[in-house]
């Protein structure tokens, strides 16, 4: 949505930059956030066309002003539109909005006929009312639809049907604002008056009921009350309560209570890896001295810099971050500290509460909606010094942002695949420079982009070359997968050097990591006789089988998430010989479980941890030695420090090479790299078996010598040969139609403008269009265009306009700035 103006009435003050207002779009009423008031006086100009604010909720901003233009820019720079980027920076239950709902009058219930459904409209809304009930028009349209047939609710005359039996009496449309401006969460106290004190003394001749008794009896020893659902569990209902506040013994009142997350499942009971007693008597590397001392001096500076801090797996990233948190503390600035996944938050988050205590707060999508807002709103209130996050917390209302951290820099996951396309770490560098922090950026395996600013002196520099306590990096073991699927067979899950070495890690004590990046049970299944595919109806995919038998065996689209049972036969011929093809994580952890039926196994990835708190349970029983052997996807793979862990095994490690991407190697490279480096962080020596059918591609052969420069050197030879970031920049466009000629055409016209607009600027190139690698997603099918230049502004911009060109487009484009996915 684009910036609306709206007119604020005398009966109401000027809002904030940055307060809620409510305000009518169209015939509802919606929330808003102010991002820009005219001066006094230009109102008075305005048309009178523009309406008027309905309703100020905040005396003061509530998104406070400099997240609120953080988010504008956003939106500017990623082509998205500034209520997408707003609403990014809202709690949630921060909006109220209201809806037209239409009830029959008692004239209405009246009418002769009013209770049948006959032909005409009219008649069928009156029969749909008849229950006396308010219904949403919404709501009513899409049930007469359905009843006459109609695919869509819009083909009906609805509205204008309800606005005309309105005139006429025989139904009334009303506009209940719903949700609370203040979504706290409150309790009701009981507390003793005077009055009930008395009535329960020795002397006093009051009658009172066993439960009113007992209650002000509990109440006699609480001072300051007692919740309600605290003597509920003593057996006290709340009518009792309230009885006792009808006779002046009792009064109530409503305090609020924080949701706080450090208690809850969120965390799983994550285990505190690095207690502050632990922590306390840690001495520093001469290389981690080194590098504290040259970021606290930037961080002294109270200016905008960006480091680069580069350090192999182990080098003691964090406890450096730890330390530079409590040198901007301790001059009255605050940290904010992003990381990738929703899987590190919780360690991440333990480690910063048992050091800096209660003014530490979360910020990620796997809290509850409660426990968001109430964090969020302790950030607001000051009352928060550090703030830990996924990519959205960039947007937390913290005040005096002296430091901001971005662990594990070159994670994809800080690049958000839905409107607003906004990377987490772009926007942590660009809320820095507005507040004059200092952004580090910390990583084993840098993004090539970060790496080569590095290079050019726009960042600074600070490099861990290894490990604390001189520790070993894990030795790095190659299995040729095409000698060993020659010799035991194309079926063959575990090499015998990986078996092998799990048996002898549970033998000694000891834990593995197995790592599979592609989840459920085989990838694919076809029939043997037609040679079909089980394939998505939505999607250009195949369907993934979950589960390896049983009643709950589905067939699963990973992108709409479309699923049947697994058929017996084929659905094109019903041929009876359909054969899987390729594995996922839950094939490997049968397969363990059938090599070491003595382990405790587990698995982690998307579709084992859907339960809240299922992900930080599994890796605190992990952390505490109750697993033997962890198999996953790449959520194990990064920032994870399990002393115990001295093997890890990679399934399929060139998974990731047959991708349509150019980044494909540089992520292969980093996730082996990332997950070779959980080996040997204890006091045991470390080793990663790689299980390969490229065992010569560079990137697997570099990230097992864990040879970063050397790698950087190689990758960016093809980068500069194929034009790519970060030698230019990058934007995709991807139209969506329902059919693919339909789709090709519409990207035609979208490049044609864009080569009549750009061709005179050199240094640009229009690539397209062409299909997109995902053919065909959700329904739609799918075309591409790409921007390649060193002009990002005006590459974005005549995007913009050639988009803008046909307003019918606008709303099956997808522009992508900066993207990470080619997809």
Excluded at 580 to 602: D, H, K, S
């Amino acid at each position: 949505m684009n910036l609306l103006t709206y007119a604020v009435p005398s009966t109401l003050d000027v809002p904030a930059v940055g307060a809620r207002v409510l305000v009518p779009v169209g015939a509802r009423l919606l929330t808003g956030c102010v991002v820009a008031v005219e001066p006094p006086g230009t109102a008075a100009d305005a048309p009178a066309s523009i309406k008027a604010v309905a309703d100020v909720l905040d005396a003061e901003a509530f998104v406070p002003p400099h997240v609120v233009e953080l988010a504008v820019w956003a939106a500017e720079y990623y082509a998205a539109g500034p209520g997408e980027t707003i609403a990014a920076a809202l709690p949630p239950r921060a909006s109220l909005e209201s809806e037209r709902t239409v009830q029959l009058t008692p004239a209405g219930a009246a009418r002769p006929g009013g209770g049948r459904a006959g032909r005409r409209l009219r008649d069928r809304v009156l029969h749909a009312l008849a229950e006396g009930k308010p219904v949403t028009v919404s709501r009513l349209a899409s049930r007469l639809a359905r009843e006459a047939g109609e695919g869509e609710p819009g083909r009906l005359p609805v509205r204008a049907t309800v606005a005309t039996l309105a005139r006429e009496g025989l139904v009334v449309v009303t506009q209940p604002v719903t949700g609370k401006a203040d979504a706290h969460r409150t309790v009701r106290v009981a507390a003793l008056t005077a009055h009930g004190l008395e009535a329960i003394a020795p002397a006093g001749a009051l009658k009172l009921g066993r439960r009113q008794r007992e209650a002000l009896e509990a109440l006699q020893g609480a001072p300051d009350g007692l919740p309600l659902p605290q003597l509920a569990d003593q057996g006290i209902q709340a009518a009792t309560v309230d009885r006792l506040a009808r006779r002046g013994f009792v009064t109530i009142r409503r305090e609020r209570v924080e949701r706080d997350p450090f208690s809850s499942a969120a965390l799983g009971g994550a285990v505190d890896l690095a207690p502050e007693e632990a922590r306390a008597g840690r001495v520093l590397t001469g290389e981690q001295a080194a590098a504290l001392d040259r970021l606290g001096a930037l961080a002294d500076a109270h200016t905008f810099k960006v480091a680069l801090l580069h350090g192999v797996t182990g080098s003691g990233k964090t406890e450096i971050y730890l330390r530079l948190a409590a040198r901007t503390l301790a001059a009255g600035r605050r940290a904010l500290v992003l990381v990738p996944e929703i899987a590190l938050t919780p360690a991440v988050a333990a480690i910063f509460r048992a050091t800096f205590g209660e003014r530490v707060a979360i910020q990620h999508s796997g809290l509850s909606d409660g426990e968001r807002h109430d964090q969020w709103q302790r950030i607001r209130r000051g009352e928060v010094d550090i703030v830990v996050g996924t990519r959205s917390a960039v947007f937390a209302p913290l005040a005096s942002t002296g430091l901001i951290i971005v662990d594990e820099e070159h994670d994809g996951s800080y690049k958000q695949e839905e409107s607003p396309r906004y990377h987490g770490r772009s926007l942590a560098i660009v809320r820095g420079q507005r507040e004059r922090a200092l952004v580090v950026l910390g990583s084993a395996t840098p993004s090539l982009e970060s790496y080569e600013h590095a290079r050019q002196g726009l960042y600074e520099l600070v490099t861990l070359e290894r490990r604390v306590l001189d520790r070993p990096l894990a030795a790095v073991r190659i299995v040729d997968m095409r000698e060993v699927l020659a010799d035991e067979g194309p079926e063959t899950v575990l090499s015998a050097p990986l078996r092998e070495a799990l048996a002898a890690r549970l033998a000694e004590g000891e834990q593995s990591l197995v790592l599979l990046n592609r989840r459920g049970f085989s990838t694919a299944m076809f029939c043997r006789q037609c040679g079909g595919t089980l394939e998505c109806p939505n999607c250009s995919v195949a369907l993934t089988v979950h589960g390896a038998s049983g009643p709950r065996r589905r067939a699963r689209c990973h992108y709409c998430n479309y699923a049947i049972p697994v058929p017996a036969q084929c659905p094109s011929c019903a041929g009876p010989y359909l054969e899987q093809a390729g594995f996922g994580t839950q094939r490997v952890e049968e397969e363990i479980r059938r090599a070491l039926p003595e382990a405790r196994v587990a698995r982690i990835d998307r579709d084992a941890i859907r339960k809240r708190g299922a992900l930080p349970a599994l890796l605190a029983a992990f952390a505490a030695g109750k697993i033997d052997v962890l198999v996953g996807t790449q959520m194990i793979a990064k920032g994870h420090d399990f002393p115990r862990v001295t093997l890890v095994g990679v399934i399929s490690a060139d998974v990731g090479l047959g991708v349509a991407d150019f980044r494909a190697a540089e992520r292969t490279f980093q996730l082996l790299t990332q997950v070779a480096g959980r080996a040997g962080r204890g006091d045991r020596q470390g080793e990663a078996i790689v299980q390969t059918l490229y065992p010569s591609h560079y990137s697997i052969e570099l990230a097992c010598r864990q040879d970063y420069p050397a790698f950087f050197e190689k990758e960016m030879v093809y980068r500069r040969a194929m034009h790519y970031p970060p030698v230019v920049s990058l934007i995709n466009a991807v139209v969506r139609a329902p059919s693919m000629p339909a789709a090709l055409e519409d990207a035609a016209g979208i490049a044609q403008r864009l080569r009549a607009a750009l061709g005179g600027r050199g240094g640009v190139q229009v690539l397209g269009p062409a299909p997109a690698p995902l053919l065909r997603l959700r329904g739609e099918y799918r075309a591409q265009i790409f921007l390649k230049g060193t002009r990002r502004v005006h590459m974005r911009e005549a995007l913009k306009q050639a988009v803008a060109a046909d307003p019918a487009l606008r709303r099956r484009v997808r522009i992508d700035v900066d993207p990470v996915s080619m997809l």
